[in-house]
């Protein structure tokens, strides 16, 4: 089997998917908006710990199954574990991969919504723009709208299969969107009230940052590297034979860190500057974003560049969501490709246009304080991927041969050096021990059961 399926053309194509899956609006709108409403600094350092602690080994865990079986997710524990339930974890990804699927189109249809009003104009800079923002967002049917057009997009480009279509695209808009932020973060430099924003992000104050704040960093750790569901088992499973894994999982999640770092960059600077808050939740990089272009020269340009690649950010993150229920369902229920495509994103369009409404004529829906919107990305990102990935580095660290793990992450060098060995090493502490103890100690607290 699996010489009949796609793989990915060259190294950098391996990267590129990888990287395009993890960066996108995790990085750009989440990450500033859950630091900002989690004490900024303290939340940056706990949600650095839980990328390298945590994520890099998880990263692997996931690149070695996926390699190793070169199947979709139930398919490969069904061959690593004959006969036993550890194919649930597939279910545990593909639920939430669809959770996530649908939240995230409405915020990546926000962005094509700018693209527009890139043209057309905002409404000004500073506060005037804060009613701009939630008066789109709750009119009804153009958020939907958006949201339904941005899922076509992606039909589009996944009835079209892997290669052509992903790699392609992340090839090029990747590095545009890094040297795009890169000028951005220097407009914010020289911005009036820069050092305030900076100290924000970058010192930590541990007295702001409560138990359900270091939940919630660990669950944007996992966001943001597209971890706990399976969906690197299904990427890295198109992965060649001396693709080195533990670069690839280290170089993914310090470039991941540094986009959602510059993005913090470039945000809190902006936020002290033109007084707005920074605990203003998912809008807040829709409300800042506006004021900074209108306060730059040839501000409309930046602004159009900008939203048009952060719109295809979120759509080489969507279609790697997408690709787990379409590796299930075309290899597990022999449906067609395009049959497959239509299900997950017939069912996305549905659950989305939910989400979209919940900032306008469902809003009142609630469970626990939160929205559809909000609860979707809660249960997705707080619980199933850190359950996900929990099972997923216990599975890896006490189920697999510690032959298979050796094999695996050193399949690029013919003969490892010391530093490789010790890396090899490290990273089976964590998936053994250091991982699954973590999320379960953050669980506990986190979710208020301790
Ligand atoms: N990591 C992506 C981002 O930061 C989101 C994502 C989550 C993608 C889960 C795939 C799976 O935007």
């Known amino acids: 089997m699996k010489e009949n399926r796609a793989q990915f053309a060259t190294k950098i194509g391996v990267v590129a998917v990888t990287v395009g899956s993890a960066v996108g609006l995790g990085n750009i709108w989440r990450f500033p908006f859950e630091a ?26 996931e690149f070695i199954i996926g390699r190793h079986t070169g199947a979709n997710v139930r398919a490969a524990f069904r061959q690593l574990a004959p006969g036993q339930k550890w194919g649930f974890v597939g279910y545990i990804g593909i639920l939430a991969s669809v959770l996530i699927l649908s939240f995230y189109s409405v915020v990546a249809g926000w962005t094509m919504e700018y693209i527009v009003r890139s043209f057309t104009g905002f ?8 009613g701009e923002f939630d008066a789109f967002a709750s009119s009804g049917w153009r958020p939907v709208m958006w949201t339904l057009l941005f899922l076509l997009c992606n039909y589009w480009i996944l009835a079209r299969g892997v290669e052509k279509g992903i790699e392609r695209m992340a090839n090029i808009m990747m590095p545009a969107l890094f040297l795009l932020l890169l000028v951005f973060c220097i407009n914010s430099l020289t911005l009036p009230e820069a050092g305030k924003g900076l100290r924000f992000l970058f010192y930590p104050d541990f007295s702001k940052l409560t138990a359900k704040g270091v939940l ?8 943001s590297l597209s971890l706990g569901l399976g969906g690197l ?22 470039l991941d860190s540094l986009v959602a770092i510059m993005a913090g960059v470039i945000i809190f600077p902006a936020v002290f500057s033109f007084g707005q808050q920074p605990a203003a939740g998912p809008k807040l990089v829709f409300e800042v974003l506006p004021a900074i272009f209108g306060s ?3 501000g409309a340009v930046w602004s159009v560049l900008f939203f048009v ?16 229920s379409i590796a299930y369902l075309t290899e597990e229920m022999h449906m067609g490709r395009r049959g497959a495509t239509r299900l997950n994103i017939g069912v996305a369009m549905v659950l989305g246009t939910v989400c979209a409404l919940s900032f306008g004529c469902l809003g009142h829906l609630t469970v626990g304080g939160l929205t559809v919107f909000g609860l979707f990305d809660y249960l997705a990102s707080n619980i199933l991927l850190p359950v996900g990935g929990m099972l997923i580095s216990f599975f890896a ?41 973590c999320i379960f100690v953050v669980f506990l607290f986190g979710l208020g059961l301790f």
């Not at 088992?233 to 999982?249: E, V």
């Not at 690649?309 to 787990?324: D, G, K, N, P, R």
């Open 123 to 130: 409404g000004g800079t500073g506060r005037s723009l804060e």
């Open 36 to 61: 900002g409403s989690n004490g900024g600094g303290a939340f940056l350092l706990v949600n650095l710990l839980f990328v390298f602690l945590i994520g890099v080994p998880v990263i692997c865990a």
């Open 296 to 298: 730059m020269t040839g």
């Open 397 to 437: 660290g006490h189920r697999l041969e510690r032959s298979v793990l050796d094999s695996e992450l050193l399949s690029s060098s013919r003969r490892p050096g010391r530093l490789e060995v010790l890396a090899v090493r490290l990273i089976v502490v964590s998936l053994k021990w250091i991982a699954p103890a």
């Open 309 to 324: 690649l952060l719109f295809l950010a979120s759509l080489t993150s969507t279609v790697s969501m997408s690709e787990i």
């Open 233 to 254: 088992i299904t990427y890295s499973s198109y992965f060649k034979r001396h693709t080195p894994l533990m670069k690839t999982a280290a170089l993914t999640a310090a």
């Open 216 to 223: 919630n960093a660990m669950g944007q750790a996992f966001f």
